[in-house]
């Protein structure tokens, strides 16, 4: 049925070409025929790209809407390495980008556990206690080298006490409250985390300066994987 449309300029093109020729080439009367073929011919020709190319409309608007749903993917995706967003309160313990830091220290924390097995082997029982003080010194690096790194992303009045062992956490919160006490603060906001990385799930650091706090007759006010303490 499509082609229905096309039979009478291809029947007109058809005669005429038979009436050129059996009219053996009548100058005007060929002139006339042979426009008559011309605009068959284009007729054809022309309204045939022309209904395929309107055919074929939706299927490239179909294309062309595609590309620019993907680009709404790709913009609505995170980017490689972008924090995801976490509510108030609900970040993870240790998402602070401290991976690297951690290797550092790492490598610190892993010599005073050498040293502290050698300390124990009874064949330098003549050395344990240098070998303590050697593991000591070890840990020291690595909680300084941690706490000053960590600090650099919290304002004046805020510690952040990640990766820091209890006794550790303990002696920096004893050391910064007096340093800020001498600066006329009046409390201190203590990041000790959720505990969620540490064994149990449950979070040493925090009941450590909670009882550090009432020893003082600080006042403290808990919150989410931190402690707010008034001198």
């Given at each position: 049925m499509k082609y229905m449309e096309y039979a009478a300029p291809a029947a007109f093109a058809v005669l005429s070409f038979f009436c050129i020729v059996f009219l053996k080439f009548n100058a005007l009367f060929s002139l006339i025929l042979g426009a008559g073929v011309a605009f068959g011919v284009q007729y054809v020709i022309g309204g045939g790209l022309s209904k395929q190319g309107g055919a074929k409309a939706p299927?490239?608007?179909?294309a062309s809407e595609k590309p620019a749903q993907a680009q709404a993917q790709v913009k609505e995706a995170p980017k490689e390495g972008e924090k995801p967003q976490f509510?108030?309160?609900?970040?993870?313990?240790?998402?602070?980008d401290n991976d690297e830091l951690a290797a550092k220290a790492g490598v610190h924390r892993d010599k005073a556990r050498a040293l502290r097995d050698d300390a124990h082997n009874p064949d330098n029982k003549d050395r344990k206690g240098q070998l303590l003080d050697e593991a000591d010194a070890e840990?020291?690096?690595a909680s300084k080298m941690i706490f000053e790194e960590l600090q650099k992303k919290q304002p004046e009045g805020t510690i952040d006490l990640h990766l820091q062992f209890v006794k550790e956490a303990v002696a920096i919160t004893e050391e910064q409250a007096e340093i800020l006490k001498g600066k006329g603060f009046t409390e201190m906001i203590i990041i000790t985390g959720?505990?969620?990385?540490?064994?149990g799930g449950v979070c040493k650091i925090a009941p450590a300066i909670e009882n550090w706090a009432k020893e003082h007759g600080y006042t403290q006010e808990p919150g989410e994987g931190k402690i707010t303490v008034r001198f």
């Open positions: 299927e490239g608007a179909k509510k108030e309160g609900e970040e993870p313990e240790h998402f602070h840990d020291a690096i959720k505990g969620n990385h540490s064994e």
